[in-house]
Nanobody
Framework: QVQLVESGGGLVQAGGSLRLSCAAS????????MGWYRQAPGKQRELVAT???????NYADSVKGRFTISRDNAKNTVYLQMNSLKPEDTAVYYC?????????????WGKGTLVTVSS
């Protein structure tokens, strides 16, 4: 069993900042890529950013230059620093991790944390 628990969401005014955290726990041998996705009301879930175990990152065009993803491998934790937030960033943000639990891998998801950006 592997659990991903997100934290750090909330209400912020446009132009403000938030930092999301996601900690993985359970029967973890190692974690490959970790990432953040989001789903706005009435829309499909979309990629926000990913980071490999080696630190290579990838961002959606809509957040480049404003969001920064990072991770602490020793703590099995991934972060998302969100700056210059816009109302269109309002969504439930989900953490994702490709976890190795011994001989097999699991695609794990957190339950999400709500980010609301007011105009």
């Amino acid at each position: 069993q592997v659990q991903l628990v997100e934290s750090g969401g909330g209400l912020v005014q446009a132009g403000g900042s938030l930092r999301l955290s996601c900690a993985a726990s359970g029967s973890i041998f190692s974690i490959n890529a970790m990432g953040w996705y989001r789903q706005a009301p009435g829309k499909q879930r979309e990629l926000v950013a990913t980071i490999t175990s080696g630190g290579s990152t990838n961002y959606a065009d809509s957040v480049k230059g404003r969001f920064t993803i990072s991770r602490d491998n020793a703590k099995n934790t991934v972060y998302l620093q969100m700056n210059s937030l816009k109302p269109e960033d309002t969504a439930v943000y989900y953490c994702n991790a490709d976890v190795l639990t011994g001989p097999s891998g699991m695609d794990c998801w957190g339950k999400g944390t709500l980010v609301t950006v007011s105009s």
